[in-house]
């Protein structure tokens, strides 16, 4: 009887236990995606940032502007990239996937941008080195890879 208990544990145990791994072209895919926004920021094109975003993904800025839908995702970034973070270059320090499902990775990036000037500020001269965090939410609905929610924080 003893012996039954413990196999419909395991049964049990087995059954919903849920493990997932991170197929390397998906990787490969979310990695891409990134690539392509920072590309877009160093040529300084809000088009080209927003292009993986969901038509109804949602964008929290490093000031907390909570910024709805691909198109306002898409002008708020031509609209620093043309004033204050004009000439600004952006890169990745670290990079880190974790899947919470088939369809769903979370993406951690952290960044560096050289060349900040805060908003209303003096425009001249070589700017800052600012730092932060995207957190990225990617979903898989349609077979393709799109971020559907960012939350952008400062870390410096």
Not at 116 to 126: A, I, L, T
């Amino acid at each position: 009887m003893k012996s039954i208990r413990i196999l419909t544990l395991l049964l049990f145990l087995t059954t919903f236990q849920t493990s997932y791994a991170l197929c390397q072209d998906d990787e490969d895919c979310i990695t891409n995606i990134i690539n392509d926004y920072v590309d877009a920021w160093n040529n300084h094109s809000g088009r080209g940032f927003a292009d993986h975003f969901a038509p109804d993904s949602d964008f929290i800025n490093i000031f907390g502007m909570h910024f709805r839908g691909k198109e306002a995702i898409q002008e708020r970034h031509d609209a620093i990239l043309d004033t204050f973070l004009k000439g600004s270059t952006f890169t990745i320090t670290d990079l880190a996937l974790r899947e919470v499902n088939p369809n769903l990775v979370m993406a951690f990036v952290r960044w560096k941008v050289e060349g900040f000037h805060k908003p209303g500020s003096d425009q001249n001269g070589p700017g800052e080195t600012s730092q932060g965090i995207f957190s990225h939410v990617f979903i898989n609905d349609t077979g393709e890879w799109e971020i559907t929610a960012t939350q952008n924080t400062l870390s410096n």
